[in-house]
């Protein structure tokens, strides 16, 4: 009994002791631990982000650097060149225009001749010859052939869609035969018309037919307005 209260009281007495000697060597440990392993390698990290955005900072620079370079040498390296070869790109340059006013006038010569044009319906008659035909009589002849060339197989009752597409096709020659004729006016003010190979009646040519087309166009003005007057007539008596 003796022997066992005499082991109490010493184990009482030695094991604050060993908490005391051992607490600071736990807690050395642990701070050397997080001090060796964890903030030096965050310090390190962070470190290595900023080197590698300061590279690639340093990259895009010299890129853009070496870029405007190539482009300023580039364009001298051109300006250079254009200036030793201006004789011949002067050169080119007017054979390109030439090259584009002549195709125009060629243009314009095939164009005023294609019987498939409005302008041309009737071209075996002249202009007087046409106004001594009855209104009614060539208004007639002008719906009717409206009518053959944008009919309708799938639909021959659509009476609107042949209208329509005469007047898109009238319009568009208005406008090609106008700008034929800019273009003739400006070629004589050059005193090249003879040089582009237009013949001498060509002006007078272009106004006949633009003359045509606006007494066509009269015609069918004349007979839309009667159809709808008719139309609204019958549609009031029903």
Known sequence: ?????????VSSISMPAFLNASGPIYNTHYHNYYSANV??????????NTSTIQAHANNAAA??????????????????????HRYALMASLVATVCIVVYY???NARNYIK??????????????????????????????VEI???????????????????FLCAIEEEHSNLLFYQKFHAYTQSLRCDTIMLFPVEFKHQLQERLDRLAYYNNLFNTWLAEYNIK????????
């Open 231 to 238: 139309n609204a007539h019958m549609l009031t008596a029903a």
């Open 104 to 106: 125009t006038a060629l």
């Open 114 to 143: 294609d019987r498939q044009l409005w302008a041309c319906w009737k071209g075996d008659l002249t202009m007087a010859q046409l106004l001594q035909i009855p209104h009614g009589d060539l208004t007639h002849e002008l719906i």
């Open 63 to 84: 890129l853009w650097t070496g870029c405007v370079e190539r482009v300023k040498k580039s364009a001298g390296n051109a300006q250079s060149s254009m200036y030793e």
């Open 39 to 48: 903030h030096p390698s965050s310090v390190t990290n962070s470190n290595s």
């Open 1 to 9: 009994m003796n022997i066992i209260l005499f082991i109490i009281v």
């Open 147 to 165: 009518q053959r060339r944008y009919n309708n197989k799938q639909d021959p009752c659509a009476i609107m869609q042949p209208i329509a597409r």
